[in-house]
């Protein structure tokens, strides 16, 4: 069994608390869009329509604000306001969700976790349905902007999940193999992602939005990524 020398995360769900850096942001950014229609009120159909009740603030783990890129978003929201120019819809879906992205709660130390996987050999790597610059600016709030040795948003010239391309291009840009690979994310797309690519390890995180249900394309599903090194230590597969 090849032995695992790269870590490729997800970022929202992930490295981020899903719920606690995005739950307030769904409401806003939905109002925005829906206020350039003239009417804030349909805020909660786009919600709804995206896949988050605003009543009980529960997200459907398979829905596009779950893992959809923004620009699926702002295609799906502009079809239902009517808005014929979905760029002008996806500059403030972009715009509203990169606000929100910069005041993000971590699910653990991340520079301190990044920090002993770098030292123990592994390879790491960040690839999030979100946009690339946005990502590049919450990593450096988060402070591991410079423990990466890859970065890759939908937006990057890979394609978005769950196609596998951003898995395909952090191998080519660190030389790994897709079997070298462990894929750490927290939705059905990351876990559907790291099959699509072939990558050697599937782990399921549960800070997303995903129960642990509905990651059962996963190879295990710990808590939280604090978890990953025992888990790691568990399966032999330190470089």
């Given at each position: 069994?090849?032995t695992?020398?790269?870590l490729?995360?997800?970022?929202?769900?992930?490295?981020?608390?899903f719920?606690?850096?995005w739950?307030?942001?769904?409401?806003?950014?939905?109002?925005?869009?829906?206020?350039?229609?003239?009417?804030?009120?349909?805020?909660d159909?786009?919600?709804?329509?995206?896949?988050?009740?605003?009543?009980?603030?529960?997200?459907?783990?398979?829905?596009?604000?779950?893992?959809?890129?923004?620009d699926e978003i702002?295609v799906?929201?502009?079809?239902?306001?009517?808005?014929?120019?979905?760029?002008?819809?996806?500059h403030?879906?972009?715009?509203?969700?990169?606000r929100?992205?910069?005041?993000?709660?971590?699910?653990?130390?991340?520079?301190?976790?990044?920090?002993?996987?770098?030292?123990?050999?592994?390879?790491l790597?960040?690839a999030?349905?979100?946009?690339?610059e946005p990502?590049r600016?919450t990593?450096g709030?988060l402070?591991?902007?410079?423990?990466?040795?890859?970065?890759?948003?939908?937006?990057?010239?890979?394609?978005?999940k769950?196609g596998?391309?951003?898995l395909h291009?952090?191998?080519?840009?660190t030389?790994?193999?897709?079997a070298?690979?462990?894929m750490?994310?927290?939705?059905?797309?990351?876990?559907?992602m790291?099959?699509?690519?072939?990558?050697?390890?599937a782990?399921?995180v549960?800070?997303?939005?995903?129960?642990?249900?509905?990651?059962?394309?996963a190879?295990?599903?710990?808590?939280?990524?604090?978890?990953?090194?025992?888990?790691?230590?568990?399966?032999?597969?330190a470089?």
């Amino acid at each position: 069994m090849t032995t695992i020398r790269g870590l490729l995360f997800d970022k929202d769900g992930t490295l981020i608390d899903f719920f606690a850096t995005w739950g307030a942001a769904y409401q806003a950014v939905a109002t925005e869009v829906a206020a350039l229609t003239g009417d804030p009120g349909k805020a909660d159909e786009l919600l709804r329509l995206g896949g988050y009740d605003p009543a009980t603030c529960v997200l459907d783990p398979a829905s596009p604000l779950a893992c959809g890129t923004n620009d699926e978003i702002a295609v799906l929201w502009g079809g239902h306001l009517g808005v014929e120019s979905h760029l002008d819809l996806r500059h403030w879906v972009s715009g509203g969700f990169e606000r929100f992205g910069m005041k993000p709660v971590p699910v653990t130390d991340l520079p301190a976790l990044f920090r002993r996987l770098r030292a123990r050999g592994y390879t790491l790597g960040v690839a999030t349905n979100d946009h690339e610059e946005p990502t590049r600016a919450t990593l450096g709030a988060l402070g591991v902007d410079g423990l990466l040795d890859f970065i890759a948003g939908a937006d990057s010239g890979h394609g978005g999940k769950p196609g596998p391309g951003m898995l395909h291009a952090f191998c080519r840009a660190t030389g790994l193999t897709p079997a070298a690979i462990a894929m750490i994310g927290d939705t059905v797309a990351d876990m559907a992602m790291a099959r699509a690519g072939a990558a050697g390890l599937a782990v399921g995180v549960l800070t997303g939005a995903a129960p642990r249900e509905a990651l059962g394309m996963a190879d295990h599903v710990i808590d939280s990524i604090a978890g990953l090194e025992a888990l790691i230590d568990g399966l032999g597969r330190a470089p």
